[in-house]
T-cell receptor
């Protein structure tokens, strides 16, 4: 199974600022995904991070608000831009491989916007 | 503290009893299903999976049942232990290898 490290594990940020979350995997993976988990809720897919091309965003999420980078097969970043209290959530990185099919998650980044 | 599971349905189970967690999925074209366990302060942890060409799969103390006719998935935990207390999510794989998660169920194991 893949080992996924997310940084930071938690942060408290001022509204109007931006936070970049890093996701590092210990092996090369085909697919990387970013999810949001609002307080007391299930997980919602934000986007698929594509290596070498622009991320693919789900309905309700846009690149200007959640820019994503994926420079190689083991690393991705998600930025939460111009934050408001409504962005307070857990943000999770997930990796998957079509061959193995299991999807593994990082421990998440707990963001509080004040 | 961790807020995961605060607003989710809760299943209270006596230690040693069996637990059954149910999940309805939405996409009849989904070909793969996963159950995850999420403990407080952690990311979801893979428990067991099942492909759409199967109706039952067993793991260690866990069994997943799939009923494609009514688009229903269940997770059975045998001899529930205090360490099983967590929030459980089902997920279905749709096009592009993306996972769509169900609403989640909080399991509380009573000693």
């Amino acid at each position: 199974s893949a080992v996924i490290s997310q940084k930071p594990s938690r942060d408290i940020c001022q509204r109007g600022t931006s936070l970049t979350i890093q996701c590092q995997v210990d092996s090369q993976v085909t697919m990387m995904f970013w999810y949001r988990q609002q307080p007391g809720q299930s997980l919602t897919l934000i986007a698929t991070a594509n290596q070498g091309s622009e991320a693919t965003y789900e309905s309700g999420f846009v690149i200007d608000k959640f820019p994503i980078s994926r420079p190689n097969l083991t690393f991705s970043t998600l930025t939460v831009s111009n934050m408001s209290p409504e962005d307070s959530s857990i943000y999770l990185c997930s990796v998957g491989d079509r061959v193995n099919t299991e999807a593994f998650f990082g421990q998440g980044t707990r963001l509080t916007v004040v | 503290g961790e807020s995961v599971g605060l607003h989710l349905p809760t299943l209270s189970v006596q230690e040693g009893d069996n637990s059954i967690i149910n999940c309805a999925y939405s996409n009849s074209a989904s070909d793969y299903f996963i159950w995850y366990k999420q403990e407080s302060g952690k990311g979801p942890q893979f428990i067991i999976d099942i492909r759409s060409n199967m109706d039952k799969r067993q793991g260690q103390r866990v069994t997943v049942l799939l009923n494609k006719t009514v688009k229903h998935l269940s997770l059975q935990i045998a001899a529930t232990q205090p360490g099983d207390s967590a929030v459980y999510f089902c997920a279905e794989r749709t096009a592009g290898n993306k996972l769509t998660f169900g609403g989640g169920t909080r399991v509380l194991v009573k000693p």
